[in-house]
């Protein structure tokens, strides 16, 4: 099976394009490096051994998504391309509407051309906004706070639409909660751009003595010690979970939270990180980062059960791959 990965050459993608490779998948990968570099194509080859065709294209230009259809017979899409920063996209709502929402038009649009009737498309936790944990698939959606949040919410309600008027499509709206970590092999992971956001990124800028310390927001949420509390997956347990997916995709659309179920407050996530590294991630509260809900985690029963997947590796596992790909990190 060829699968075309876009975004692949992001976080996420990358991942996932070593997870399909190990299974045996074949992998076109279409990025144009907005968020992302070039190298990253030759270590995804270095670590499953195998190559990928590349194209480096922006997918919202239909002609360019319509020629990789054209050159390759495509059995099914997996499509991360996006932009993903929360707070940038309450700055720039326009780039991230045209490009979040435009590259889900024009995939959707040439695998109906094409015949292409597999397609799984990354969602967010996000589009949950402030309901009740565990957030379950079948809750209604609440609106989120920022554009980003949105364009997951809307992609969701177009490719559902586009299934029902295609009775041949099958789609798998993935909502993923907290990524963290790296490959095993430390040669691929997070790279953050300009300062870090994400918890994560930010205790391994403090691990490496960019930052002096981590600014922890707020201590007064209704958790068990006062801090924000989340569902961290290991990003492989991720990308394990899209090769379940395409492989347990039927015709329809189906909704599954990709998480551990677990909820980490921001105190054990730095505990945790202290345990896996040996190294002390010296913090400070402050007030809390505005549009911040208390928790949020996933039930994930229905991945579980129609999938057979379950994340695997623990928090601490996720600290010390997080902090191996950082610290060996050449900028
Ligand atoms: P990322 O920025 O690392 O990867 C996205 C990739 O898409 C980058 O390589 C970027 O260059 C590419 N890209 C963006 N727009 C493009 C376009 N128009 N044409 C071609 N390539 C384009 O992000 P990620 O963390 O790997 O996230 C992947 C997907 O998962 C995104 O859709 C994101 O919204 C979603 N998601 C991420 C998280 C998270 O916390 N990382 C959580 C939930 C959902
Ligand atoms: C986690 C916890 C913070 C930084 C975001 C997006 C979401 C999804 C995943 C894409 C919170 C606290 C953080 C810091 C802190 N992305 N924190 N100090 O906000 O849960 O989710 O990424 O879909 O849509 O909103 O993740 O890692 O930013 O925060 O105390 O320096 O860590 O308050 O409780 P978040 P995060």
Redesign the pocket.
Known sequence: MVILV??????????TSIALLKAGYSVII????????PE?IKKIEQIAKKKVVFYE?????EQAVYQIFSEHQIDGVI???????VGESVEKPLEYYS??I??TLVLAKICRKFGVDKFV??????VYGDNTVPFVETMDLLPTTNP?GE??AMSERILTDFARANPSFSVSL???????GAHESGLIG??SNGIPK?LMPCITQVAKGRLESLRVFGNDFSTADGTGVRDYIH?MDLAEGHVSALEHLTQGVHIYNLGTGKGTSVLELIKAFEIANGISIPYEFVDRRLGDISECYADISKAQCELDWLAKRDIVTMCRDAWRFERNIDE
């Open positions: 876009t975004g692949g050459a992001g976080y996420i993608g990358s991942h279409a990025d144009n490096f907005c968020n992302s570099r990253m294209v922006d997918v919202t230009v499509h991360f391309a996006g932009l993903k920063a490009n979040n435009v590259s498309f990354s969602s967010s936790a996000t980003y364009t997951k993935l909502r993923y909660f907290n990524p963290v997070e790279i994400n990003v």
